[in-house]
């Protein structure tokens, strides 16, 4: 069984970043792509950053593209999601997520972690 558990959220100013990480149990973690996600309330999860098993594939949201980078260290069995420029409507639960595959679909990611709140003051 896989466990996730993400840390790292907080309140920062806009313009400030964040840097969340997505701790991995089990010794399976490079056989996962990696995903990035998040839900503001009254809004539907939607998909932010995902990151292929080794590391060398990469894909984001047209909203956050060129202010947050995916990255992940398989011998820390840890994904991370740095985040710049932070906008208020970047406002949400980050939730990080592993598949089989690299995708851009919620429905794709078979294992999920408990979130972590990331709020940005205007």
């Known amino acids: 069984q896989v466990q996730l558990v993400e840390s790292g959220g907080g309140l920062v100013q806009a313009g400030g970043s964040l840097r969340l990480s997505c701790a991995h149990s089990?010794?399976?973690?490079?056989?996962?792509?990696m995903g990035w996600f998040r839900q503001a309330p009254g809004k539907e999860r939607e998909f932010v950053a995902t990151?292929?098993?080794?590391?060398?594939?990469?894909d984001y949201a047209d909203s956050v593209k060129g202010r947050f980078t995916i990255s992940r260290d398989n011998a820390k069995n840890t994904a991370y999601l740095q985040m710049n420029s932070l906008k208020p409507e970047d406002t949400a639960i980050y939730y990080c997520?592993?598949?089989?595959?690299?995708?851009?679909?919620?429905?794709?990611?078979?294992?999920w972690g408990q979130g972590t709140q990331v709020t940005v003051s205007s």
């Open positions: 990151i292929s098993g080794l590391g060398r594939d990469t």
């Open positions: 997520a592993a598949s089989v595959r690299r995708h851009r679909m919620v429905s794709m990611y078979d294992y």
């Open positions: 089990g010794r399976t973690f490079s056989m996962y792509a």
